[in-house]
């Protein structure tokens, strides 16, 4: 709880600016950086339906949904998921976050469904585990009504919960990771060259079919090494590859690029994250900072 000069303040900790400002707490940054991951999701997802996408049809199809109101229904659905992520930057609460978690594995289990094989499910683990790893950042409650109340206190991060809370960023990026790269050798995915050649990456010489496979090997070593270091270096690395990879798209001038490059967020987030946990991994949290107004 926090105080104003005349008692305790009840207003939403976004219009409590003095506050927003005081706090400067590790906590306070992985509460932040874990919600802007939900909210590019949830906004550049719903702006791809608003815009409607042809790629999602099959995802229609799975459900024997035809195209005529396929075409219709998407923009709903992304008008849903925009105001899902306004919520979530203005008042984000329990419910909302597994509900996104749960939303975002149905979303990515579509594709396998579809036809797109299961390696597109597993790169898109951000899509699911962003929105559950800020879910287990403020920690389980019994109480329902705590369920909906909106989290504006920064979480208490003891040593234990950061470690396992690193686990989970670990396991998302290595997810990401390995998914991606395996779309290349193991999947012979044909967007990917055409995303290369639209990108000029044919002007190095080398066959796009062998700079995919070599890129995609790249990336699963990545993605294994993921879950086993801890350097600070590394995880930068893996920030500047993912939207690196992902601007790929607005070079190569596919459609809807720049909501293509926000709705993966939360790939770029799992490595900040990964770096902004690691503090808490030795030094004691002190008690007072869980009441800090976030």
């Known amino acids: 709880m926090s105080y104003s000069a005349t008692g305790p303040s009840t207003a ?15 906590g306070w940054k992985l509460h932040w950086l874990l919600r802007v991951g939900v909210v590019l999701e949830f906004v550049g997802h719903g702006a791809c339906g608003v815009n409607t996408k042809a790629g999602w049809l099959p995802y229609f199809h799975v459900f024997a949904i035809p195209d ?13 998921d925009i105001c899902l992520g306004i919520v979530a930057l203005l008042a984000p609460f329990r419910a909302l976050l597994l509900y996104m978690g749960i939303w975002g594995c149905f979303t990515a289990l579509l594709r396998p469904a579809a036809g797109e094989g299961i390696w597109e499910f597993i790169e898109r683990s951000y899509n699911y585990g962003i929105p559950l790893a800020l879910l287990y950042l403020h920690g389980p409650t019994a109480s ?89 270096g590394f995880f930068v690395f893996i920030f500047v590859w993912k939207l690196g990879s992902e601007l790929l798209y607005p ?44």
Request: a positive charge.
């Open 144 to 232: 329902l009504k705590d369920w909906f109340r909106s989290l504006d206190t920064t979480p208490e991060v003891s040593p234990e919960r950061s470690r396992k809370l690193l686990c989970i960023l670990r396991a998302i990026i290595a997810l990401m990771l390995i998914g991606h790269g395996a779309l290349g050798p193991f999947w012979d995915k044909k967007g990917l060259l055409a995303l290369y050649k639209g990108a000029g990456l044919n002007a190095f010489g080398v066959p796009l079919e062998s700079l995919r496979a070599g890129i995609g090997f790249f990336e699963i070593g990545l993605g294994v090494a993921a879950l086993y270091t801890r350097s600070f």
């Open 12 to 26: 939403p900790a976004w219009l409590r600016p003095q506050e927003r400002i005081g706090a400067g707490s590790a």
């Open 68 to 80: 005529p109101i396929a075409w219709k229904v998407m923009p709903g659905i992304g008008t849903m």
């Open 251 to 294: 070079a190569s001038g596919a459609a809807l690029a720049c909501w293509e490059v926000i709705e993966r967020g939360g790939s770029y987030v799992a490595p900040l994250a990964a770096l902004c946990v690691q503090p808490f991994l030795s030094k004691p949290q002190s008690k007072g900072r869980e009441r800090d107004a976030i």
